[in-house]
């Protein structure tokens, strides 16, 4: 049996992108619009078994890496149980988190023990009103999350910064120095049209070339370091133990390497963030699926997969919002 996942296009997928909830506790103007309610019901969810036995198949199938994510994955009860259920899948090396960071003062340690690696913490702002007026939260409470995950020895602590013309692109030379005091990792990533919400950021679009033009000006930057299971291309800041990674799907895409797929909350697998082509796994599982078929039907989805984005030609091609399916 062929343990491997190659898609029509000679990738191999070898990451899966777990979205746990399509909800969250905070409404990040890019992603969510701030009145939305149109959210998944419970009964749409996979449970935590179904979840486990499509990531089971997949691994089987050669994958060996999920990231969790959401929505915001914290707003999931009993999210360390299911983090249990999936660290015990044999043949899977790494378990990692996506998160906002709200609710990780709390949860750090269970999750932490329940074996999450690594996280990624959305962060686009350290200054408190402008943080507010970009998700409507509470800043206080995501450095306060970081610094509990930074104790319960979570490594590495990435931080993820949407990069916005004339909105944030002032404070990156700060968040570097918050990220070097910190030992935390840095990624930038350029806005991208997915939804209504990332179609109208995009008019905040700012060249992640430019970006990186600017700050080797201001820094001895050493490329090629960091080799990671996605998109980022990572330099280093000489004289520190910083990492910058540049996440360029507009000025730069990085598809031709794809090696990545999203799970939805509700069991849709979707084949590229920048397309709507899918496959449904709740369907099968809720017929009562056998693990050998589950095996069939996971390699028959990734005969979908798509070459790549179309974000510039195609702008208004994707609907869901980001949250569907996290980044
Ligand atoms: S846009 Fe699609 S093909 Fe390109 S890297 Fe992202 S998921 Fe892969």
Same mark, same amino acid.
């Given at each position: ?18 979205? +746990?909830?399509?909800r969250?506790d ?13 959210f ?24 060996r890496? +999920?990231?969790?994510?959401g ?12 983090v ?8 899977l090396?790494?378990?990692s ?12 340690? %269970?999750l ?10 959305s962060?686009?702002s350290?200054?408190?009103?402008r ?10 409470? +995501? ?5 509990t995950?930074?104790?319960?020895? *979570?490594s590495?602590?990435k ?15 700060d ?6 005091? @910190? ?8 806005t ?6 990332g ?9 992640l070339?430019?970006?990186k ?10 490329p090629?370091?960091?080799?990671g299971?996605g998109?980022a ?12 990674? *540049? ?12 090696n990545?797929?999203?799970l %939805? ?11 709507? @082509? ?21 390699r028959?989805?990734i ?5 790549? @984005?179309?974000?510039?030609?195609k702008?208004?091609?994707?609907v ?8």
């Amino acid at each position: 049996m062929n343990k491997q996942l190659i898609d029509p296009f000679g990738r191999t997928v070898e990451y899966i992108r777990l979205s +746990v909830t399509d909800r969250c506790d905070l409404r990040c103007f890019y992603c969510l619009p701030g009145d939305y309610r149109d959210f998944s019901e419970p009964e749409e969810w996979l449970s935590f078994d179904e979840i486990e036995r499509v990531i089971r198949a997949f691994t089987t199938l050669g994958v060996r890496r +999920v990231r969790v994510t959401g929505g915001e994955p914290l707003v999931r009860k009993n999210l360390p149980t299911l983090v249990t259920q999936l660290s015990n899948i044999s043949g899977l090396d790494d378990l990692s988190l996506r998160t906002n960071a709200v609710g990780l003062s709390r949860q750090a340690t %269970a999750l932490k023990t329940a074996g999450i690696s690594r996280i990624n913490v959305s962060l686009d702002s350290l200054r408190p009103e402008r943080f507010k007026d970009i998700t409507k939260g509470n800043l206080d409470k +995501v450095i306060s999350g970081l610094m509990t995950a930074k104790q319960a020895g *979570f490594s590495p602590i990435k931080i993820n910064m949407v990069i916005m013309k004339g909105v944030n692109d002032d404070e990156v030379e700060d968040m570097i120095e918050f990220c070097i005091e @910190h030992d935390f990792t840095l990624r930038f990533i350029e806005t991208m049209p997915v939804g209504d919400t990332g179609r109208s950021a995009t008019s905040y679009y700012l060249s992640l070339q430019d970006v990186k033009n600017r700050l080797a000006e201001r820094y001895e930057l050493i490329p090629g370091v960091m080799p990671g299971g996605g998109p980022a291309r990572y330099v280093q800041v000489a004289g520190t133990s910083l990492r910058i990674g *540049f996440i360029t799907p507009i000025s730069q895409h990085f598809c031709e390497t794809c090696n990545r797929v999203r799970l %939805a909350v509700d069991g849709t697998l979707y084949l590229c963030l920048g397309q709507e @082509h899918k496959f449904e796994f709740r369907p099968l599982l809720r017929a009562g699926i056998s693990d050998s078929d589950l095996l069939e039907a996971a390699r028959t989805a990734i005969t979908l997969k798509p070459e790549r @984005h179309e974000f510039l030609e195609k702008p208004q091609q994707v609907v869901r919002f980001m949250a569907r399916t996290g980044g």
